[in-house]
Every structure is written in C-alpha cells, then in structure tokens.
C-alpha cells in the first residue's frame, strides 16, 4: 500500500535532549513537508523540501532541523533549543509543491517533553 | 496577507445537515480545500474548489465559494456519527505559494 508513515506514534523527551522523527513515504513525491499542530492553534509549516538534498524554513522553523537526502525520507530533528516542544507533529508530501498541493498525510508523532 | 478563520465547534444531530464556514483574507487564492482530520490521525482531503467555481457537489458534500465576500463553507448532507471530526479550511493563493491552514472546526455529531 502505498503511503506516508511516520513513527515512533508517541515518544517521550526529557528537557535538554534531542529527539528525531521519521517520516518515510513511497508514493513517489517529490515534495514533503513537516507541521506541528497544537490544540486550537491549527497547523503550522515547519519545514519544506521540494527536491532531494534541498529543503526551506517554514513559518516557524526556529530550534528544528531536517534533511533530505533521499526522496522517500524526511526526517525532522527537534532540538533542545526549541522552546516548547509538546505538540502533534504531523509529515505530509505532495507530486510538486506548485500546482494543486493536494498534500498526503501521515498518521501523525506525539511528542511529549517531560 | 494569508490568514484563514474558522470557528471552532460545532454540534449536529445525526441525520442533520452540518455547514461549516471559513474565511479567508487573500483575494488571490486560486485553490480552497478542505481536509478531514479524524481523532490521534493525520488529515485527509475532502475535497477543494478552483477560484473559477461557485459550487462544487461531491455525494454527501457540496462547496460553496463567494469570492466577493472571501467565504467558503462546506456542507455536508445526512450527517453521520463517522462525520465527527476536525475540519480544516486551506487556501493556496498561487502555484508557488505553500497551503494556509484555518485552525480547525470540531463537529460533533450526537445520536
């Protein structure tokens, strides 16, 4: 079946540490996107990337990194620096990033910061 | 600007017909979407309009798009307890541009 998976589903962070999440999708896109959602706040982008090896700031891509270095993986890295980590952090990918930006979601990671 | 403004509850009888609104500021959209996100999941499209389009009519789902006032609403017909969920607006004012999300309706749907 084709589509975007993220994991761990849940995940547990103590205050100080770094914490990866993967999101791996095989529908062929070329563009993919990282979101955090927070309860009533909607959704913000992240980060970006609409080719391989290439990927942009999002609205609010302070104390986050990512990488891009194969087409079917985006991993997003939550770093100590970033203020107030707990959120629903949600992956996503589309054909392009032009066109109708009809986006593909994944499942979603929860990350709780202790 | 982009900014998308939803309200933020909504509750209908099962068998109801639910409408949901959305405003949007960028007179320039070309695209408006509206997804689906079902509790602990990632969002799902529902359907989306061409700026060059009044109405749009999907089964149970119909869009309305008035441009002159920057409204968009969906309505959803015979309303089901599966229909609970969140329900987000998008615009995308260009080709190039990156979507904008509303912050999301919640319906509730009670027997």
């Known amino acids: 079946d084709g589509g975007i998976t993220q994991s761990p589903k849940y995940l547990f962070r103590k205050e100080g540490q770094n914490v990866t999440l993967s999101c791996e999708q095989n529908?062929?896109?070329?563009?993919m996107y990282w979101y955090r959602q927070d309860p009533g706040q909607g959704l913000r982008l992240i980060y970006y990337?609409?080719?391989?090896?290439?990927?942009q700031k999002g609205d609010i891509a302070e104390g986050y990194s990512v990488s891009r270095e194969k087409k079917e993986s985006f991993p997003l890295t939550v770093t100590s620096a970033q203020k107030n980590p707990t959120a629903f952090y949600l992956c996503?990918?589309?054909?392009?990033?032009?066109?109708?930006?009809?986006?593909?979601f994944g499942e979603g990671s929860r990350l709780t910061v202790l | 600007g982009e900014d998308v403004e939803q309200s933020l509850f909504l509750s209908v009888r099962e068998g109801d017909s639910s409408v949901i609104n959305c405003t949007y500021t960028?007179?320039?959209?070309?695209?408006l979407y509206w997804y689906k996100q079902e509790p602990g999941a990632g969002l799902q499209l529902l359907t989306y309009?061409?700026?060059?389009?009044d109405m749009k009519q999907d089964q149970r789902l119909t869009v309305l798009l008035n441009k002159k006032d920057k409204h968009l609403s969906l309505r959803i017909a015979d309303t089901q307890t599966g229909d609970s969920a969140i329900y987000f607006c998008?615009?995308?004012?260009?080709?190039?541009?990156?979507?904008?999300f509303g912050k999301g309706i919640t319906l509730s749907v009670r027997p």
């Open positions: 996503a990918s589309s054909w392009t990033s032009v066109g109708t930006g009809e986006l593909f």
């Open positions: 309009i061409f700026s060059n389009m």
């Open positions: 529908l062929n896109h070329d563009a």
């Open positions: 990337s609409q080719i391989v090896n290439d990927f």
């Open positions: 960028d007179s320039s959209s070309t695209y």
């Open positions: 998008a615009e995308k004012p260009g080709a190039n541009s990156k979507l904008t």
